[in-house]
C-alpha cells in the first residue's frame, strides 16, 4: 500500500486547510486511514482516522469539533477538513493505513511521507 498525503501550506490563524491522502496499491476497501501529525520536538501524535464505511474516531483532546476526516472510496481518498487551525496545530502530518480503525500509532503498517502544515499566529 503507497500513501500519498498533499495540501498542506501556511495559513493564518482561525484559517482553515484541507489535506488529501491518495491510497494505492493494494484493494483500499479494508482499509482504515489515519492521520497523524509531529511536531518539532514531540512525538508523533494521533489526530482522526476514517474507516471504509465512514466510521471517524478524532483525538479528543486537540483536535475534536475543528477537524473533519472523511474518504471517497471511488477515488481512493482520505480527506482532513481542518477549520479554525491554530498556530499549535503546525506540524508535519502524515497519513498511514491500518486494518482497523485505531488511534495507536503502531497498528498503522503503512504510511505516507507527510505534508507540512504551518499556522502562523
Known amino acids: 500500500v503507497q500513501l500519498q498525503a498533499s495540501g498542506g501550506g501556511l495559513v493564518q490563524a482561525g484559517g482553515s486547510l484541507r489535506l488529501s491522502c491518495a491510497v494505492s496499491g493494494r484493494t483500499f476497501s479494508p482499509y482504515a486511514t489515519g492521520w497523524f501529525r509531529q511536531a518539532p520536538g514531540k512525538e508523533r501524535e494521533f489526530v482522526a482516522a476514517v474507516n471504509w464505511s465512514g466510521d471517524t474516531i478524532y483525538n479528543p483532546d486537540s483536535v475534536k469539533g475543528r477537524f473533519t476526516a472523511s474518504r471517497d472510496n471511488a477515488k481512493n481518498t482520505v480527506y482532513l477538513l481542518m477549520n479554525s487551525l491554530k498556530p499549535e496545530d503546525t506540524a508535519i502530518y502524515y497519513c498511514?493505513?491500518?486494518?482497523?480503525?485505531?488511534?495507536?500509532?503502531?497498528?498503522?503498517?503503512?504510511w505516507g511521507q507527510g505534508t507540512q502544515v504551518t499556522v502562523s499566529s
Open positions: 498511514a493505513a491500518s486494518t482497523a480503525l485505531s488511534a495507536r500509532n503502531n497498528e498503522y503498517n503503512y
